[in-house]
């Protein structure tokens, strides 16, 4: 035997040796697939809805502040409404010395209170007849009473119902202006109206 011959098994042991320890070996494991990519269509789906939500959510809102402002303004013209028909109730009426005729701007101011109260039909009045400081106090509440009967008595010939207008003289107890001149006597020497009943809140009369 040469030597050639004595050294190949040996070379067998450190092959075979060799081989097994390769296959001893784990072999790592693959990478991990990809995570899938979000959906686009996905996305836009989500994107409409919050989208539509989000205008429904808006429309909601400016319909509850239109209402909110319908309302406001409604309540500002009632106010306006009540506050115009209370001067013009409570504007007074003016008279000539020791007379009780109505002029032609006393029945102008009359005409006008009428239209407040056909637009108010639970509105009621009281007419407090005045007069200036001259005459007897027994005279003067007299002459008082027939100036506020003469504007009741205007008002309910012209459709108003006597039940809703009560009358009173205060004579000179209640001086509009302090004075013993002409100017002080004529501011005195008028009817004054005050509102009784139903004036919290009053509709404008319409237009002529």
Do not use: W
Not at 93 to 115: C, M, T
């Amino acid at each position: 035997m040469n030597r050639t011959t004595r050294v190949a098994p040996a070379m067998l042991v450190v092959l075979a040796t060799a081989a097994v320890v390769a296959c001893g070996k784990k072999q790592p494991p693959p990478p991990p697939a990809p995570a899938p990519g979000p959906n686009q269509d996905s996305i836009a789906a989500a994107r409409a809805r919050q989208d539509s939500i989000a205008r429904a959510e808006q429309a909601r809102q400016d319909s509850i502040a239109r209402a909110e402002r319908a309302r406001q303004d409604s309540i500002a013209r009632a106010a306006a409404a009540t506050a115009q028909a209370k001067r013009v109730i409570a504007q007074p009426i003016y008279f000539a010395f020791d007379s009780d005729v109505l002029s032609d701007s006393a029945q102008a101011s009359l005409d006008q209170k009428l239209a407040v109260l056909n637009a108010n039909s639970g509105l009621q009045l009281r007419v407090e007849g005045n007069t200036d400081a001259r005459g007897s106090d027994e005279y003067n509440l007299a002459l008082g009473q027939r100036r506020a009967a003469a504007a009741k008595r205007y008002l309910t010939q012209h459709g108003v119902d006597d039940s809703r207008i009560t009358i009173i003289s205060y004579g000179e107890e209640r001086p509009a202006a302090q004075g013993a001149d002409e100017s002080a006597y004529a501011q005195n020497r008028r009817d004054e109206f005050s509102i009784t009943a139903g004036g919290d809140q009053l509709t404008a009369p319409p237009s002529p």
